[in-house]
């Protein structure tokens, strides 16, 4: 299974954008990378996903390396509730739909 | 809004003691997966099931955990005998795959999760 790197912890500024790096450098050409977040006592969800092109949603921008090793999950305008740990996972390639979770980064956003 | 439901919330055990977790998968999804999440592991694939057959249990300790899917619309996960290593909050997810060519795609809906604490 392809692993992921993230940074352990983040830092941002209420109402600033934050840029969520993400390494993957062993991705499969089959492979989508996933973005998942977990608030406090709740379970994960999910925020985006990309597979060669960058990715626009009303929760976040997702932009992906031409060459696809990298990848980053972009906050326009952090709020406090988007303080959480943020995950990014490879699934589907090797005919294979499971993730599997690194470490995260933890998002601190500062009132 | 549909949502995965889990079932109980919290659970408070013995060592020793049987526990069963169950969850409510969204109606129309084929696949269920059950992780572990602690703070030294984080979170953990147990097992997944598509069309309610299992295809990968790696994850789990065979010896004292079990899932199934009795129907479509309830998977369950049992410990027995339970050990205070179990304790743990256990999160269902479930998920429609779809397929583009050879790619599988599937987008993971989580449950709230249930905290289980073995004393």
């Known amino acids: 299974d392809a692993k992921t790197t993230q940074p352990n912890s983040m830092e941002s500024n209420e109402e600033e954008p934050v840029h969520l790096p993400c390494n993957h450098s062993?991705?499969?050409?089959?492979?989508?990378i996933h973005w998942y977040r977990q608030l406090p006592s709740q379970g994960p969800e999910y925020v985006i996903h990309g597979l060669t092109s960058n990715v626009n949603n009303r929760m976040a921008s997702l932009a992906i390396a031409e060459d696809r090793k990298s990848s980053t999950l972009i906050l326009h305008r952090a709020t406090l509730r988007d303080a959480a740990v943020y995950y990014c996972?490879?699934?589907?390639?090797?005919?294979?739909?499971?993730?599997?979770f690194g470490t995260g980064t933890r998002l601190k956003v500062l009132a | 809004d549909a949502r995965v439901t889990q079932t109980p919330r919290h659970k408070v055990t013995e060592m020793g003691q049987e526990v069963t977790m169950r969850c409510q998968p969204i109606?129309?999804?084929?696949?269920v997966f059950w992780y572990r999440q602690t703070m030294m592991q984080g979170l953990e694939l147990l097992a997944y099931?598509?069309?309610?057959?299992?295809?990968?249990d790696s994850g789990m300790p065979k010896d004292r955990f079990s899932a199934e899917m009795p129907d479509a619309t309830l998977a369950t996960l049992k410990i027995q005998p339970s050990e205070p290593r179990d304790s743990a909050v256990y999160f269902c997810?479930?998920?429609?795959?779809?397929?583009?060519?050879?790619?599988?795609?599937?987008?993971?809906?989580f449950g709230p999760g249930t905290r289980l604490t073995v004393l």
């Open positions: 099931f598509r069309n309610r057959a299992p295809l990968d």
């Open positions: 997810a479930s998920g429609l795959v779809q397929t583009s060519g050879i790619i599988l795609y599937n987008e993971q809906f």
């Open positions: 062993t991705i499969s050409g089959t492979d989508y």
């Open positions: 996972i490879l699934s589907g390639g090797s005919g294979t739909y499971k993730y599997i």
């Open positions: 109606l129309g999804h084929n696949t």
